[in-house]
T-cell receptor, first 111, second 123 residues
Framework: QSALTQPPSASGSPGQSVTISCTGT?????????VSWYQHHPGKAPKLMIF???KRPSGVPDRFSGSKSGNTASLTVSGLQAEDEADYYC???????????FGTGTKVTVL | QVQLQESGPRLVQPSGTLSLTCAVS?????????WSWVRQAPGKGLEWIGE???????NYNPSLKNRVTISMDKSKNQFSLRLASVTAADTAVYYC???????????????WGQGTSLVTVSS
């Protein structure tokens, strides 16, 4: 079971935008509209930020948005704030035999 | 608001069995949600281990399938993880989580425990 591929790091100044990519295959990201994104501050529980590619759970700011094209999903954080500095993981449904897979993770730094 | 709390030993012997429990409050494990275990090894990313549904249905990560058992105790409102034949590669922080149920599809873990302290496999 191979992890989805994310860039190790991304950064931006406060107020700017940052976009994180998540690349999989036609068996996971490309095959289903079941991609989620998690924010993870070290030592805390991960937090669901986006589900079903582009939907936000209640309470998640609309600065966070998701999209997908082919086998690649993306998370965009607009209007960066200091508290957005964290690790971000994508995750996708991979079918009945390989149900869920995470991405390799991206560390977002707010400069 | 549902809350999850992991518990279990912090040190496990190599070749032994890692056993963790997730106690659920503010909700019932008998409700229509999938209950999962996720782990993070030091310096590594998140890894989904497996899940259980109240009907007894279970799904496991293929890479761990031969060593993992996830079970549910409805009378105690908790679910558990057993990982057999552990090695140093199983050293990690372990999280339990609950998905969004029928409200959404895919990996929608909306509720998480705080995670165990680092569970170390060592003699």
């Amino acid at each position: 079971q191979s992890a989805l591929t994310q860039p190790p790091s991304a950064s931006g100044s406060p107020g700017q935008s940052v976009t994180i990519s998540c690349t999989g295959t036609s068996s996971d990201i490309g095959g289903y509209d079941y991609v989620s994104w998690y924010q993870h501050h070290p030592g805390k529980a991960p937090k669901l930020m986006i589900f079903e590619v582009s939907k936000r759970p209640s309470g998640v700011p609309d600065r966070f948005s998701g999209s997908k094209s082919g086998n690649t999903a993306s998370l965009t954080v607009s209007g960066l704030q200091a508290e957005d500095e964290a690790d971000y993981y994508c995750s996708s449904y991979g079918g009945s035999n390989n149900r869920y897979v995470f991405g390799t993770g991206t560390k977002v730094t707010v400069l | 608001q549902v809350q999850l709390q992991e518990s279990g030993p912090r040190l496990v012997q190599p070749s032994g069995t890692l056993s963790l429990t997730c106690a659920v409050s503010g909700g019932s494990v008998s409700s229509h949600y999938w209950w999962s275990w996720v782990r993070q090894a030091p310096g590594k990313g998140l890894e989904w281990i497996g899940e259980v549904f109240h009907s007894g249905l279970k799904n496991y990560n293929p890479s761990l399938k031969n060593r993992v058992t996830i079970s549910m105790d409805k009378s105690k409102n908790q679910f558990s993880l057993r990982l057999a034949s552990v090695t140093a590669a199983d050293t990690a922080v372990y999280y339990c989580a609950r998905d969004m149920g029928v409200a959404a599809g895919g990996p929608t873990w909306e509720h998480w425990g705080q995670g165990t302290s680092l569970v170390t496999v060592s003699s």
